[in-house]
């Protein structure tokens, strides 16, 4: 079964400072997409950043950034000048090339940027 | 292109009634799948849906519940005879292809007397 872990429940960073969302998973799959949503107050679950297994090139979106380390099953998110509009709720998620037909998700971590 | 779409976005119930949540996917979109969020916890996948097919409804309970993606209209998620544990925010997602991003509605949040 595929498990995606959170170990961080809640963080805080100061305005205009860098973050990082910590993310392991589970797998025995070789080939898989990994993505990192962000669930502001209104609770609309918002795509952050995509993820494939197989690309060795870390995605980026602007501020946001990934380390992916296929080896060790790790995948955190970088959040550069965090700004006030990115308090929320992380989740990273987990979905298999083949086998179940979902997104598998983290129980989250509880972003607060401090103005 | 208008977004994934669910409504209404709050459903109060009383224990014994029904719930029907409805969710157009994005325009172009086929594959739509339903999750359930409890209070402080992440999505649970239910049940993912092609038109007219239910793919896998692995993580749906077995009684009470059924989900429907017909030729025409939007996805309705039906849970019968609500009780207090039905209460949660249920989302619905929909891509172009199975492994295509899945992009979110704003959910239904469901609440049970």
């Known amino acids: 079964a595929q498990t995606v872990t959170q170990s961080q429940p809640e963080m805080s960073v100061q305005e205009a400072e860098t973050v990082t969302l910590s993310c392991t998973y589970d797998?025995?799959?070789?080939?898989?997409?990994l993505f990192w949503y962000k669930q502001p107050p209104s609770r609309q679950m918002i795509l952050v950043i995509r993820?494939?297994?197989?690309?060795?090139q870390n995605a980026t979106e602007n501020r946001f950034s990934v380390n992916f380390q296929k080896a060790a099953k790790s995948f955190s998110l970088k959040i550069s000048d965090s700004q006030l509009g990115d308090t929320a709720m992380y989740f990273c998620?987990?979905?298999?090339?083949?086998?179940?037909?979902?997104?598998?998700f983290g129980t989250g971590t509880r972003l607060t940027v401090i103005p | 292109n208008a977004g994934v779409m669910q409504n209404p976005r709050h459903l109060v119930r009383r224990r014994g009634q029904e719930a029907r949540l409805r969710c157009s996917p994005m325009?172009?979109?086929?594959?739509v799948y339903w999750y359930r969020q409890l209070p402080e916890e992440g999505l649970k996948f239910m049940v993912y849906?092609?038109?007219?097919?239910?793919?896998?409804e692995s993580g749906m309970p077995k009684e009470r519940f059924s989900a429907e993606f017909p030729k025409e209209g939007p996805s309705i998620l039906r849970i019968q005879q609500v009780v207090r544990g039905d209460s949660a925010a249920y989302f619905c997602?929909?891509?172009?292809?199975?492994?295509?991003?899945?992009?979110f509605g704003p959910g239904t949040r469901l609440t049970v007397l």
């Open positions: 998620a987990f979905m298999g090339q083949t086998g179940a037909n979902n997104l598998f």
């Open positions: 849906l092609q038109k007219e097919n239910i793919i896998d």
């Open positions: 797998t025995s799959e070789n080939n898989y997409y």
């Open positions: 325009k172009g979109h086929s594959h």
């Open positions: 997602a929909s891509s172009q292809s199975r492994e295509d991003t899945q992009y």
């Open positions: 993820q494939e297994a197989y690309k060795q």
